[in-house]
């Protein structure tokens, strides 16, 4: 499984973009690319996937390199309910042995 | 809105106690998995469970056991608890096939061993 490199943390107001980067560098070509976040005393929540190119949902923004060695997660208008622990794993689509998280990038947002 | 539930929220027992943690989903999903979230908030997978079959077993110790009674509920039994087991429990679960990595986590249960 690829290991993933993010920043620990980044800090935005309320109404601003942001950018939270991961380094993949060792992604598989049967890897896909999931960011979940967490906020306290809740289980993570899946935000958005994506295999190359671009991939935009509802809630997110996912940009992934042409060589996939690195994605960026877009959050658009942050609020305060954005603040959180975001994680970018990168995991076989096929491969049911759960996922593995590292220390995440810790998001803060300022009022 | 809630589709996988734990039960309890928060558990205190002393060391040796067996414990047991219960998790249900509405989802329909046909894999459930139990993540331990230490002090450091490092999440690391458990068990997972596809149509109660163990397809996973991280080498948790062996007083940890899942338990099934069909593919909505995985429990958690710990049979005699020891300190390094104070953690956050949390449940997911997820379709099987392709993507079956958009799991869908519980609250989780938090458990403090004294």
């Known amino acids: 499984l690829a290991k993933t490199t993010q920043p620990p943390s980044m800090e935005a107001y309320e109404g601003q973009e942001v950018n939270v980067s991961c380094s993949h560098t060792n992604i598989a070509t049967s890897e896909y690319i999931y960011w979940y976040r967490q906020v306290p005393h809740q289980g993570p929540q899946f935000i958005i996937q994506g295999y190359k190119d671009y991939v935009v949902n509802e809630v997110a923004s996912l940009f992934i390199s042409a060589d996939r060695k690195l994605s960026t997660l877009s959050l658009p208008w942050v609020s305060l309910r954005d603040a959180a622990v975001y994680y970018c794993?990168?995991?076989?689509?096929?491969?049911?042995?759960?996922?593995?998280f590292g220390l995440g990038t810790r998001v803060s947002v300022f009022p | 809105e809630t589709a996988v539930f734990q039960t309890p929220n928060y558990h205190v027992t002393q060391v040796g106690n067996e414990v047991s943690f219960n998790c249900k989903q509405t989802l329909g999903h046909d894999t459930m998995y139990w993540y331990k979230q230490d002090s450091k908030k490092l999440l690391k997978i458990m068990f997972s469970?596809?149509?109660?079959?163990?397809?996973v077993n991280e080498t948790v110790p062996r007083r940890f056991s899942p338990q099934s009674s069909d593919k909505a509920h995985l429990n958690l039994r710990i049979k005699s608890v020891e300190p390094e087991d104070s953690a956050v429990y949390l449940c997911?679960?997820?379709?099987?096939?392709?993507?079956?990595?958009?799991?869908?986590f519980g609250p989780g249960t938090r458990l403090l061993v004294l």
């Open positions: 794993i990168v995991t076989d689509l096929y491969y049911a042995q759960g996922l593995t």
């Open positions: 997911a679960s997820s379709p099987w096939g392709f993507n079956q990595d958009t799991q869908y």
């Open positions: 469970y596809n149509n109660k079959q163990l397809i």
